[in-house]
Each structure stands twice: as structure tokens, then as C-alpha cells.
């Protein structure tokens, strides 16, 4: 028998149809890029092979590409291919239509199913398929009879498969999953199935053209597709899905990816200082800069122009605000005026004298004598576009004063260089002097100033002033003159021409006074935090990640109100209980009303956190539970800067969040076939890629660099688990993020805290041996079990199974679970069916609708969020799903609970709570979880498949003939390899 999760020794075939084989350093990986015609199209089937539908519960199968075997199931195809797939196994791949259209190519084919028994499809796919960007993709759902078969974004019953930009399994085979409506199968021996493919489906896309997206290239090759009664498929004897060889260690690379990190915040640093305007520094920017302030390899280190930049970023917001007050709600994300409390806290024993400024904006220009730069670069000057016409930079061997100047040459025509950033200025007079030494060339230098309106818009300004000609010792060019009508900035230029070489130094400027705004900054950002602060109290989120950001940005505007205005600041303890709320150490109370009563919308003993420290959000999530680094964040913005402390509690309970995260990791091989680790996306909630992305610690995001939570916690785990990601050689490719463009000041705050703060710290703290629990396929068994989100994670050898045993239950228990087995020697994904147990009430039933984008609705005022149920229809005629008509049970909730729907009323809306019952039993692969989730009942679980089973918890053997008790919050892990065979 060759199916590898039976036969650890099985052969690996070769593939030499693949269109990328990665070769690196012994490392070997067969990964498929599917991109145009990869494959080799044939005109005629590969030969006929004996089919062996012997193993248990096997009911069907169809060999794509096998003229005997698409015959016998009267197979129909359009827009497709036979292709010469891998290990010699034929296959189909489905193409774009023409033109591109969201939905391509199909084959449709009959396929048996039982009468009586649940039917579940599993289709086949080699695991070193992946798409060559994530613009590709591309999808294929099942269809059954016409009908969708379940959902074509994030339902319980998803795609057949969902391409992603990492190969799945490179050098084999995987199978996924599904279960066939009972009502589909009910009374008949027979279904028509088809396998529609799909474009690519944004799930943030709020109109049809941004949520779907043409297929334009070919799909992965598509094997074989089976029918089965039992939830695990194995396959026949003669089905070799292959067996991939040990990957390789990755060499290290990180010191040159470091440099190459190193420079890019170096460059932010002068850019945001010298460069930026700073009314219009976002928040990411500003935050850069203020801890910049303390970094000594920065420009703006204990420089008092970077102090004030920094209010007149506040200052720009502050105006912003006064004009939209939705600057507030959207422009800073769920934190409000968050980052700019840190941004005070940070710098505050240092900033009270420009606190003691009134709100304006920039009144004057940085780097007027040329004073930083690296002797090449000169920081805050650039080329005028249109007079680009030589070189200019920082020269420290010519000077008239300090210890730089610059020196501009003209390559023939004319070169002018400008200030970057802009100053403001009222009306009057204008007075600036420049001192220049030339080279004796005729109207060889010049200088002057550059006027704009309040839009930006250019408006004519004084001619610049000649140097004059025949000398080459340092003469001074003034000019004083009246500022044009309507103009409110001003820029500085200087410049040179015919080829000539001049140094110029220490400009000095006198602009007319700015009329004065009368409001304080003291009083304008205290009147920012106590607004961000009282309206954010008041629209508190529900899901942990937003819940945590919601609770950083009002603790650090109550923490910057105590500094700025004591009297309107709430105690430290009131302050904290939001933090305290957000990990799950205090219960969720919501929002508070005006007054500053707590709403309690979930009741008075719901945690956002569960008490083994997983994020909750309805169930597990993979990408959007990693909120170590949002963690991170909480902790520095508690103790960082003035008023800061540690707090043991708190800290405590993020190492045990960021470790609970541990067990949801795996090996893996990277990109290039490098063995890995990754964390595990299939059994997630939220809109998971397959595979999920490296991790170790934790998640490299927008906001998280790999390396933060063990050097701000410095838990031994944790800087295990770091360090073990620096021997594997995954530091360097992940580090590819801070040096991209995309959400630039972002990831440049991202940048530059890995670099100038938590780098350093991590690489301070002494080497750990403490390793990932499935860092490698050798560890340790181990069983974990969350009953509050009703997930499992459990190690039995050579083999993990990861499993939510309610996976996407959002209106109503739908008794289906997510599964993921994997090994070195196979991988299966499925949605199988589980029993539950819980009182019933015919009162309380969701009915499924007949929705096929997705199972559920969006209502959310707060964000402007208002999808209806079932999402945006797809394009093409309407069309149908299998499930609908479903009922499903709602579970009880607490009587405490005034709404699940926390006042959504629109159908299918997220219901917190009712999908999730008391007690449920899943058996899959010889593994039996019997799971209680309540906190008060005691259930018994009566096998009905196994009479003996090994505990995995204890590992003795467990007597099933007789009941077994299962108390609150606890689950029953069993493993019984006779049922694996059966």
C-alpha cells in the first residue's frame, strides 16, 4: 500500500513536470508555480490503471485525465486539459475563460455516494503547487447537481481548495475534505459533482469588482476526486501520494539583511526629520520620530528640532480634528489619539517647552547650515525637478562655519536645490542671507525663496539673488522683501549653472510672524485625548484583536491626560482595568455609556481571552489570533515613558497568551524548500491562507516584528523559540517586509523598533533551550485543549492533529469540525461532521439560507461596515446552495446575555455564543475528542466505535465499554488505531 500515512517508507517518485524545481544547497523541493501552461497539454488520456477502491468506507473514485476512468463516470469538461502531472500521475487543470471572467474552466462527472450514510468528497492536489503571486489565487469550489457545495469565501463548507503563494506540501500529494448535504444524498446511489474554478476573491473588497477578480491563468493540477462514508480518507494501494525528502537548514543570512534594514530606518529617520512636512506626518511617522528622539544612531537624537517637529505633527492633526472630527475615528485606526499619548509619555521630561508654544505649524527650516548628512547625503535638500542638472551633497572639507557645507556643481545647465519640507509664514516683511563662495564663474550661484498658498498651489516670488562674479572667497547674499498676496509657505533654493562649483553655508531667515491660533498646545492636546479617550470608552470592540488596539489607544490618552491635565484623568487602576479587560484578566464588560456605566453586552462572566490565553473571536483564528506583537505594544505603552511601571500581573498574563500561541505551530519547508516552521491556518475562523505563514514567537505584521516579545518579556520560552528561528536561518527572508513600499511609514515604525530597540534587547539575553512544541517532528507528544474556543492540538509520535470542533458556527450549531492530520508522510484538511449534545428548543433554530458567497452577515455601525447576509452575489446567473434549508440548533447562553447579536438585527448576522455547545465528540483517524465546553455540566461519552483506547493525556489505556465522565472545561483525547483502519 502506498499511501504514506500508512506506509512510512513509501517511494518518492520524481516530478519532472513541475515548472520550478528549487534547489538550494541539498535542500530539495518540488514546487509548481502554476502560472500560464506550466503543464504539457495531451491530446490523448494516459493510459487506463487499475482502480483499488478496497479501503473502507471508499465508495468512488475518478482519475482525472484517465480516458477508462472519466469515461465510467461520463465525465464533461470545458475550458480544460489533461495534463502529464507528477509522479507519472495524469491530471486536469481548468483554464481562464476568454476573455477573463471571475469564474473558468469546470468538469463535471457522476460519482457514488451512499443512501444512507453521510458522503464526504476528497479531491487530490500535489502539495509543491502554489501561485506565483497573490493576486493568483485562484480557487475551486464544488458543485453538486447544479448546487454550490457550501461556500465560496470563509463558510464551514469552503472551497475544495484555495491557492496560496507557499506550496502546501512540496515532493506530495494532500487530500481535502468536505461532507455532501444529507439531504443530497439521501435515498439516492449517485450525484453529479463538479469542480468549478474560480478567480481570485478579496474579503475586504466592498463592491463586486474589488471583491471578486478574474482567473487569467491556468488552475493547479486537480488528480483525483473520491467519494467516502468515513470522515478520514485513506486511499487504495495502487494511489502513491508520494513521500518528501528531509528538508535542509536555510544557510544564515541575516547580517547582510540586517544592514540592508539598518539603512532603510536610517534613511526614514532623516527623511521624517529633515524631509516631511510635518502637519501631515501620519501617526506612524510621528511615532518614529519620538522614539527616534532616544535612539543615538538617529538624527533626531536629543535634538531639539525633532521635539518640536514632533508637536507640529500634533499640531497638524489638532487643526485636522477641528475641521473633521472623523479624523479621530478613521484616520487613527480603533486607538483614536492613542499614539499620540505614547508619543508625550515618551518624550515628555524633555518637551515642556515646546508645550508651552501655541499650536501653529512649521515656522521655520531644518538643516539650514547644512550640518547633517553623511558627507554625501545632505539631509532635508533636494533637486527641483525641472532643474536637475548636476550633483549636489554635504561637503566637510569647505566650510564658512560648523563643520559642513554645500557644495553644488552644475552639469552644464542649470541645477537647483530646495528644502525639502515647507515653513509657514504670515504677511510682511521677508528677510534671508546665504553665505556662498563660487569658483569666479559669471552668475554662477544664486539663491532665493519659493511661495505657495495654502493648497500648495506655486505663486510668483521674488527673483533669486546672484552671487557676484570674479572672487572666490565667501560673500553674503541678503534679500528683504514683502511677502506676495496669499502666500502661507515657503520653501528655500539654491542653485548653479554653465558648469560652475559652489559651496553654500549658513542661511539665515526672517519670515513675518504666523497669526497666532490663541489655543495652547497644552489645551489643544488635552482637549484631543479626553475627546478620543470619552468617545472610544463609549465604542468599545468585541473581537480580541480590535478590543486590545480600542484599549492601548484609551489607557495612553488617560496616561498622557495625567501628565498634561491630572483633574480630567481617571486613576491608574481605572485606567488599567481596560488592559486588564483585553487579556482576558478581567471580564469583558463592552462599552460604557455616557454616564460611565459599564453595558456588559455579553454578559458579566465573558472573557475576550480564554483562560489558556487564545484571542477569542467566535472560535480559533490563525493570522488574526497572533496578537503577541499587539501584546508587545500594551506592555510598552503601560510602561514605557514617564508615569510608566512595570506591572507583574500583566506580564504574566501576555507570556502566557504569547505562548499559548506555541502549540498552533508545525513544521514545515519554506519557499525555497528550507525546512520551517508555520503556523496552522486550517482550522482557523478568519480568512486564513493555506499554508499559514512562517512564525515562531510570533507573527512578522504590519505592527510585530519576530523578535519583540522576547526581548521585551524575556521569558525563557519565548527567546527559545527565537532563537531556535535564527538556527533554522528564517530571520533573513522574513525581514524581505521591512524592505518593500507597501503601507511605508508603517512598517518603517515596524522597522525601526526592531532595529533600534528590540533587536538589541534580544540579542542581550542569554541562550535558552527551550524549543517550539512541534518545532520539530521529534518532540515531545504532548495534548492541548481549549475548551473556551473549542480547539485542540495534539502530538502522537510522528503526527499532529489540529482540530476547531465548532468551526465557523456563527448563527447556530452546525455539528461540523475542521480538521488538519499532518506528518512528514502525509497531510489530510477536512470539515467532518462531530455529534453534539445540549437541551434543544424548537424556538431557537437558524435556518440556512440559500446564500453561496458566504454564510453570514456584516453589521457594524462603529466602522461603517454593513454587509448584508451572504455577501456580495457572484458574478454570472444566480446560483443555489446544497445546504440550504439546514436547520441549526441555537446552544444556550448565559441568562445574563441581553443579545448575542449585540444589537445587530439583520439576518444572519455573528452571533457570539450560540454556535458553540456544551459537549461534543469527533472521531476522525483512530482520535477521539470528547469535549465539554460549559463551565457547570458534566457529560458522558459513550463510545460506539472503540472498546479500548490510549488516553493521550496520560497515556494508559481507557475501558470504552463502560461510560466516561467528562467534566466542565475539560476534554477526553483518546487514540484507538483500529478505528484509523476500519
Known sequence: MNDPSSNPQASRGSSPMSRRTLLRAGALASVGIVAAQWWAPQQSAAASAAVDSSRAGTLDMVMFGDAASETAHVLTAERSDIVAGQLGQPGRVLNPMDPADFWGGTTAFTLKVDPKAATYVSVKFWGGDCAPAVEQGWRLQVFLDGKVLGWLDQGPVDNIDLMDVAPRRPGGFYCHTLPLPLSATKGRTELQVEIRAMGRIWAYGATTDKFFYPMTTPSRGIYRAYTHTAPYFQPGADDDFGAPATPATRPNTDAEQLALVTDRVLKDQSQILYNRWAPTLDIYAFTTLAH????????????????????????????????????????????????????????????QTCLDRTVTGPTSLLNLGFETGDGSTLNGWGPISWANFGTFAQDTTVFRSGTASMRATSSGKNLIVGTLSKALTGQGTFTFSVWVKTDGSKNAARAGVAFT????????????????????????????????????????????????????????????????????????????????????????????????????????????????????????????????????????????????????????????????????????????????????RMYEAATQGAGGAPDAKLKARMITMAKARSWFRHPAVDPDGYKTVRIETQIGWRNEPYPGAIVYAQLLDHDSSPVSAAAVFADPDLVGYTQQMIEDGQLAPQLDTYLGTGLYTRIGLNAFLFVAEHLPAFQALPASNKRLPVGSWDAPDFVFTDEADACIAVKRGQEVLYSSLYFRARQGVNDMARVHLISPQAERSATVRVTSQFDKSSADVFTVQDWVTRDWGIADPDSGVDVPGGGLAPPGSALHQAFAGEKFYLAPVPADVPDPAQGATALGVEKVLVGRAPFYVLEYAGYIVAMNTSEKQTFTYRSTSSQRAVDLNTGKQTDLRRPVRVPPMSTLVLYDASCRES
Open 292 to 351: 527616534g528622539y532616544s535612539w543615538p544612531k538617529s538624527p533626531a537624537y536629543r535634538n531639539p528640532e525633532a521635539l518640536e517637529k514632533l508637536c507640529q505633527a500634533f499640531d497638524g492633526t489638532y487643526l485636522s480634528w477641528q475641521d473633521d472630527a472623523t479624523v479621530m475615528t478613521l484616520d487613527q485606526g480603533w486607538e483614536g489619539f492613542g499614539r499620540i499619548g505614547a508619543a508625550l509619555c515618551l518624550t515628555w521630561d524633555d518637551l
Open 453 to 632: 498658498d495654502s493648497s500648495g498651489a506655486s505663486i510668483t516670488s521674488p527673483a533669486m539673488i546672484l552671487a557676484k562674479a570674479g572672487t572666490t572667497v565667501w560673500q553674503q547674499l541678503t534679500a528683504t522683501f514683502t511677502v506676495p498676496a496669499g502666500a502661507t509657505q515657503y520653501t528655500f533654493r539654491v542653485g548653479v549653472l554653465n558648469g560652475a562649483t559652489a559651496y553654500f553655508d549658513d542661511v539665515e531667515i526672517t519670515a513675518p510672524n504666523v497669526p497666532d491660533t490663541t489655543v495652547a498646545r497644552r489645551t489643544a492636546y488635552r482637549d484631543m485625548l479626553l475627546a478620543s479617550r470619552e468617545y472610544w470608552r463609549q465604542h468599545q470592540r468585541s473581537y480580541t484583536n480590535q478590543a486590545m488596539y480600542c484599549s492601548i489607544g484609551i489607557y495612553t490618552c488617560n496616561r498622557a491626560l495625567a501628565l498634561l491635565s491630572p483633574a480630567d484623568a481617571w486613576s491608574e487602576d481605572t485606567a488599567k482595568s481596560w488592559l486588564y479587560q483585553a487579556v482576558g484578566l478581567e471580564p469583558w464588560a463592552g462599552s460604557q455609556d455616557k454616564a460611565g456605566s459599564w453595558t456588559w453586552p455579553l454578559g458579566h462572566d465573558y472573557y475576550t481571552v480564554t483562560p489558556k490565553g487564545l484571542s477569542r473571536e467566535l472560535g480559533y483564528v490563525a493570522d488574526y489570533g497572533e496578537t503577541t506583537g499587539i501584546l508587545v
